[in-house]
């Protein structure tokens, strides 16, 4: 089992930046792909950040690219996300998965664990 703990959500103004965090323990997730997802309100879960396990290759939807980097530490067990230049549509609370898939999964089902999320509200 793995176990995930987000860290770091908060209240930023538009254009500033925050960096999350997601600590694993129970079993080392340097095998892992791990992925960063989030949700607003009345909205479904979606993708935004993951990366791979090996060589740490990352991949990020359309509407973070260039804003938000996605980054890991296998000595840590944690993996990170600094989000910069935040937007207002960037609130939603934030949640931490891993999968041990090689290529990271794009959708939210295909993870096997789950951070509770930490929540991220940028104002405008």
């Known amino acids: 089992q793995v176990q995930l703990v987000e860290s770091g959500g908060g209240l930023v103004q538009a254009g500033g930046s925050l960096r999350l965090s997601c600590a694993a323990s129970?079993?080392?997730?340097?095998?892992?792909?791990m992925g960063w997802f989030r949700q607003a309100p009345g909205k479904e879960r979606e993708f935004v950040a993951a990366i791979r396990w090996r060589g740490g290759s990352t991949y990020y939807s359309d509407s973070v690219k260039g804003r938000f980097t996605i980054s890991r530490d296998n000595a840590k067990n944690t993996v990170y996300l600094q989000m910069n230049s935040l937007k207002p549509e960037d609130t939603a609370v934030y949640y931490c998965?891993?999968?041990?898939?090689?290529?990271?999964?794009?959708?939210?089902?295909?993870?096997?664990?789950w951070g509770q999320g930490t929540q991220v509200t940028v104002s405008s």
């Open positions: 129970g079993r080392t997730v340097s095998n892992y792909a």
């Open positions: 998965a891993a999968d041990p898939s090689i290529i990271p999964p794009r959708m939210a089902y295909e993870y096997d664990y």
